[in-house]
């Protein structure tokens, strides 16, 4: 895939993700999906879907299972890597722990995200506040850094902040506990509540006491979409969208829950059908990059 522009990617793979990658590869364009977790597992934990016309008394992972073997059939390009950041340009980059990727058109079906954010989180994003050692680590080189983590790639993060940093604070927000660490990575129990500081972080507050910091590294299963994307217009907490599911952002477009109620799995189906027609549509307005 080296070098590869993408026509259409779509960041998630539930029903709204799903729907925009069949009828993208049905209409011949180059589609890749990111889901760096399993297909919609809110969906697949579901007793019973009685209302997707068609498939009645069917399972959540039944109906799940049906819809990936369906997409799957025609071969669009499934990564299973977290998106952390997404830039604009005459083409999107794509931003990964394990690399970029490049598309002509990006379609968000990234759902809800449920995280409450700290206090201070928001105010101290790019000022303090990461969510990617690997892209943000070497400019805390011999400072003092806390890693809190709802998964355990956060050890990772945390061994590779240790090859860096003085001094990493790691707290673990998962049961399992942490693996062994590096001597200067510091295992805390306490649990985190706000980040504060000036210009620039200096202090994480926990629920035991005040830990001083140059960095504060959040690793969660899924970030706020907004944070994904700078200069994403929100409306009441969902992405603000047009009939046509475009947003504030040419070439971007957005279907499912992330764009607001009903949370349902038909309403997903369609707008994720209508946002990827809305992007052809879009990519017939602009020349095809040439490939590198």
């Known amino acids: 895939m080296a070098g590869q522009v993408f026509d259409i990617v779509i960041v998630g793979g539930g029903p709204a993700g799903l729907s925009a990658a069949l009828t993208g590869r049905i ?12 297909f919609s597992p809110k969906l697949q934990k579901a007793h019973l879907v009685d209302n997707y016309p068609g498939l009645p ?14 997409c799957q059939a025609h071969e669009p390009t499934i990564i299973k ?71 355990t790639e956060g050890e990772h993060e945390a061994a590779y902040l240790g090859e860096l940093c003085r001094k990493v604070y790691y707290l673990p927000q998962y049961k399992k506990q942490a693996a062994p660490m590096r001597d200067n990575v510091q295992v805390l129990t306490a649990k985190p509540c706000a980040i504060r ?20 590294f959040i690793i969660r299963q899924s970030d ?4 994904v994307l700078a200069g994403l217009e929100l409306e009441s ?29 038909a309403k997903a189906v369609g707008e994720g059908l209508v946002a990827v027609l809305s992007a052809i549509e879009y990519l017939e307005t602009k020349p095809k990059p040439v490939e590198k």
């Open 27 to 38: 209409r011949n364009k180059t589609v890749a999906i990111f889901e760096h977790m399993e």
């Open 57 to 70: 008394q069917v399972t959540g992972k039944g109906l799940m299972q049906q819809m990936v073997a369906h």
């Open 81 to 151: 890597e977290k998106v952390l950041n997404i830039f604009p340009g005459e083409v999107f980059t794509l931003l990964t722990p394990g690399g970029t990727y490049e598309a002509r058109s990006v379609i968000l079906a990234t759902g809800v995200v449920s995280t409450l954010l700290f206090d201070g989180e928001k105010d101290f994003l790019g000022r303090g506040v990461s969510y990617c050692a690997t892209c943000d680590g070497m400019f805390y080189k011999d400072k003092n850094v806390a890693v809190i983590s709802y998964t």
């Open 197 to 216: 500081g000036d210009s620039q972080v200096e202090k994480l507050v926990t629920d035991e006491a005040e830990v001083k910091v140059d960095g504060v």
């Open 224 to 227: 706020p979409v907004e944070n």
């Open 237 to 265: 907490e969902v992405i603000k969208i047009k009939r046509n599911m475009s947003t504030n952002i040419p070439g971007v477009f957005a279907a499912g829950d992330c764009t607001g109620k009903p949370w349902q799995i």
